[in-house]
């Protein structure tokens, strides 16, 4: 394994650094009082200035995957996407954020070309954007298979009902399309070929956000977390994916480039909480000295950068093995990057917004939001508990014949 940065890749890096520096960093506020003003959820002006400049600077989809139509690697995109998650902001401004990415993937991948035209074409452009519809307020959504939702065929059509929730992205006003799980066969004995998957345009009748979902009291808006009700909603039968009862296999298509993508993300985030740990404590002075020189602070700085170093390699293995042998072989990869990296971000957010003081718990300094995005992130897309147990197994299976 070799996980020196190629030239291209250095060069990438700094020209998204250099985006980062002149555009996102010095409007962060801007942004946060953009979306204040009048009603939170309407789409701020500066995110579209912020599009058009990534798109002219050619820094657009590079999520993208290699085998359909983009130029990166798991391996080479990791370190950008890193570099984007140290903003809240900057993924949706490279159109490179969740859950559209996933969605994208999706469509990429199963989608018909009458499906890619009618909604992959435009999310990719920037101009809408999508929710994915799998996690239910009346189960263990822990367990996929526990999902009650139906999707019953009706002619040329289906009909489809029951209530999401956590469906990120659905409050948004430009959220156009839905990825919505449910079951078609209930009655299959195969548990993983009960479920399918459909898209369900925002706007069908029938379709109604009941509520947004604050994290911490953090409504994320204009993008946000919201439940959903789906009552008596018809849509053409052609808008199924991939077929009736495939919709386990659609969600292991696209949650293992998810997981790698949040986990990148988080890297990010810890490494900006641990800059503004090391500055803040470097600039205040307590019993004679500063901050940065009690010794117990020199511990949790020094603990946060093997946390991060080790995170950081953790995942770029994850990615390596998911170009060079696939998703489904790297699965205990992906798991375990997938509890070590919110878990690794949440220790070192912790010990920055301790470092702070009462500042750290405030919105000044951004790290109570940073910190309970890193904690949704224990159970966003599996559930820390769902990954060991997966990780468990994988490892009990190698002695299994000894």
């Given at each position: 394994m070799d996980f020196e940065y190629s030239d291209k890749v250095k060069q990438l890096q700094a020209r998204v650094s250099a985006f980062m520096d002149e555009h996102i960093y010095p409007n962060e506020e801007k942004m946060y009082a953009q979306i204040a003003e009048g009603d939170r959820w309407q789409l701020p002006a500066l995110m579209e200035e912020w599009k058009a400049q990534a798109r002219a600077a050619?820094?657009?989809?590079?999520?993208?995957?290699k085998d359909h139509g983009g130029t990166l690697t798991n391996l080479e995109y990791a370190p950008l996407c890193e570099i984007m998650g140290r903003s809240p902001f900057a993924p949706e401004a490279f159109n490179c954020?969740?859950?559209?990415?996933?969605?994208?993937?999706?469509?990429?991948?199963?989608?018909?070309?009458?499906q890619k035209k009618q909604w992959l074409e435009p999310l990719l452009e920037g101009k809408i954007r999508s929710c994915f519809a799998m996690t239910e307020p009346a189960v263990a959504s822990s367990d996929a298979t526990n999902i009650e939702a139906r999707i019953q065929g009706d002619g040329d059509h289906y009909v489809i009902n029951g209530r999401k929730w956590w469906s990120s992205g659905a409050p948004d006003p430009r959220c156009r399309i839905f990825i919505f799980m449910g079951k078609t066969d209930p009655d299959n004995p195969d548990r993983h070929k009960q479920?399918?998957?459909?898209?369900?345009?925002?706007?069908?009748?029938?379709v109604t956000i009941e509520k947004v979902l604050p994290v911490f009291g953090f409504d994320d808006a204009p993008h946000g977390h919201a439940q959903v009700r789906f009552e008596n909603v018809r849509v053409p039968a052609s808008n199924m994916?991939?077929?009736e009862g495939r919709g386990f296999e659609i969600a292991q298509g696209r949650l293992g480039p998810g997981r790698i993508h949040h986990?990148?993300?988080?890297?990010?985030?810890?490494?900006?909480?641990?800059?503004?740990?090391c500055r803040r404590t470097m600039s205040r002075v307590a019993f004679g000295k500063p901050v940065s020189e009690q010794t117990v602070t020199q511990e949790r700085i020094a603990e946060s950068r093997i946390l991060i170093e080790q995170a950081r390699l953790l995942t770029l293995k994850a990615a390596w093995m998911m170009d060079k042998v696939g998703n489904k072989v790297a699965k205990a990869e992906i798991a375990m990057i997938k509890v070590a990296a919110p878990n690794m971000a949440c220790q070192v957010i912790d010990w920055a917004i301790q470092a702070h003081g009462g500042g750290g718990v405030t919105d000044d300094f951004r790290l109570s939001q940073a910190y309970a995005n890193a904690r949704l992130l224990r159970l966003a897309d599996?559930?820390?508990?769902?990954?060991?147990?997966?990780?468990?197994?994988?490892?009990?299976?190698?002695?299994m014949h000894r």
């Open positions: 050619g820094l657009w989809n590079l999520w993208q995957p954020s969740a859950p559209d990415t996933g969605n994208m993937e999706v469509l990429l991948r199963y989608g018909t070309d009458a479920q399918s998957m459909i898209l369900v345009p925002a706007d069908a009748p029938g994916l991939l077929g986990c990148m993300r988080l890297i990010g985030l810890a490494e900006r909480a641990l800059e503004k740990m599996g559930p820390d508990e769902v990954h060991r147990n997966q990780i468990a197994r994988i490892e009990l299976k190698k002695h």
